[in-house]
């Protein structure tokens, strides 16, 4: 598809040596979250990440969606693209990136990361509002999604389902974020709008048959317009933009709290 030029700012992006990805074992951080949810971290995990986002902008098949909501129609504040599991992916790197994934988490998975699902964030006013994936959050089974992040630092914010204080972790170009246990019953994640971001991130989704099918996730019923379409950042932007506060430091400042989200709507279940 024709598409917009999107916006890299190369003097943030460090990515040296080979293409490829890092062991696994002594890298990744666990932070449990509570409610039986964690997520892990493992900066870095891609090297030479700036080849893999100029492969993946020029030869991913992306999708401008709109999804029907109520009696109007609207625009996916994002790119999308998706890999059913068997599909090839569009990156050999992407395989390697599966593969390991797999052989690292099997014991407590149980099986293999099957699907891909690829975001593509512009810039700061592309969001994905608060949600559980669809599917996992309504299965009483434990899962795992697995998001290799590249391009532009974005926080990655969580919140309890419940209720209470959330967090914002700074994902950074060639990291690696795995969200495991209850998550996606218990908590909600969203990738905010923000003023600050001036870079495109793509974000990469592996995830297992378990919960989810052999289908990649589809736009949420959370992108609804007062949610996700409004390109001014006057909504979960800038309600919870850990971004406006200053919080564009160090990659995983789980303590940089999202009040403010909180009192986001339980939107889109
Ligand atoms: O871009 C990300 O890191 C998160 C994407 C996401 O939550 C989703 O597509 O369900």
């Known amino acids: 598809m024709a598409m917009d030029p999107v916006v890299v700012q190369p003097s943030l992006l460090h990515s040296d040596g080979p293409l490829g990805v ?7 951080e666990r932070r449990p979250l509570g409610d039986g949810a964690w997520v892990d971290l493992c900066p870095g995990f891609v090297t030479a990440a700036d080849q893999l986002f100029d492969a993946l902008i020029e030869s991913v098949p992306w999708r401008d969606e709109r999804v ?8 996916v504040p994002r790119l999308l693209a998706g890999y059913a599991a068997g599909e090839t992916l569009p990156h050999a790197m992407l395989e390697t990136a599966r593969s390991q994934l797999s052989v690292h988490y099997r014991s407590e998975l149980g099986e293999p990361f099957a699907s891909a699902g690829l975001c593509l964030y512009r810039d700061g006013r592309d969001s994905v509002a608060w ?7 309504d299965s009483p089974e434990d899962t795992m999604v697995a998001i290799l992040s590249l391009g532009a630092r ?6 309890p389902r419940a209720g209470g204080a959330g967090l ?12 495991g246990g209850s998550c996606q019953r218990t908590w909600l994640h969203a ?3 923000t003023a600050r971001c001036l870079g495109a991130r793509i974000s990469v989704q592996f995830r297992p048959l378990k919960g ?11 992108d609804r317009p007062h949610q996700a379409d409004r390109a001014d950042g006057a909504d979960g932007g800038a309600r919870g933009d850990g971004a406006a506060r200053g919080d564009g430091g160090a990659r995983g400042d789980g303590a940089a709290r999202d009040d403010g989200a909180a009192r986001d709507d339980r939107d889109g279940r």
Do not use: E, N, W
């Not at 909501?69 to 625009?75: A, E, L, N, T």
């Open 154 to 159: 974005r926080p990655f914010a969580l919140r």
């Open 212 to 222: 989810f099918g052999d289908r990649p996730s589809r736009p949420h019923r959370a």
């Open 191 to 193: 990738i905010p709008k």
């Open 168 to 179: 914002r972790l700074q994902i950074g170009h060639g990291d690696l974020l795995v969200m």
């Open 131 to 137: 949600h559980g994936d669809r599917v996992a959050r």
């Open 22 to 28: 890092r062991a696994l074992t002594g890298a990744v």
């Open 68 to 75: 029907h909501m109520y009696d109007s129609v609207v625009r």
